[in-house]
């Protein structure tokens, strides 16, 4: 059975073309169109510009953290449920960490 890094690591390959050391931050669930899914959290580095298919990934745009952090405040609604339930897993983590 496949792990939640072993996951990972290959959803980053198949999705963006790109490898990654990876730091596991945790796993939660959530309820996703009426099914539970359970999601594992990892942060990483590129040091590679990633390639992705424009049909399965509509857009892909970096944000400077301070950046991330006024939209998400201020147009939440530009965001996926499933993101920003993500990334407020990864700020209690960041909060926790130092």
């Not at 509509?58 to 920003?84: A, G, M, S, W």
């Not at 897993?89 to 960041?94: S, T």
Request: glycine share 6%.
């Amino acid at each position: 059975m496949e792990g939640y890094e072993d996951a990972a690591k290959r959803k980053l390959w198949e999705e963006l073309r790109v490898t990654s050391c990876l730091k596991n931050v945790g796993q939660f669930k959530m309820i996703d169109e009426g099914s539970r899914k359970f999601v594992g959290v990892f942060v990483g580095k590129l040091q590679q510009h990633p390639k992705f298919d424009h049909d399965k990934i509509f857009e892909f745009i970096y944000l400077e953290r301070r950046d991330l952090i006024t939209q998400v405040r201020k147009n939440h609604e530009n965001f996926t449920p499933t993101f920003l339930l993500v990334y407020e897993h990864f700020r209690r983590w960041e909060r926790k960490s130092g």
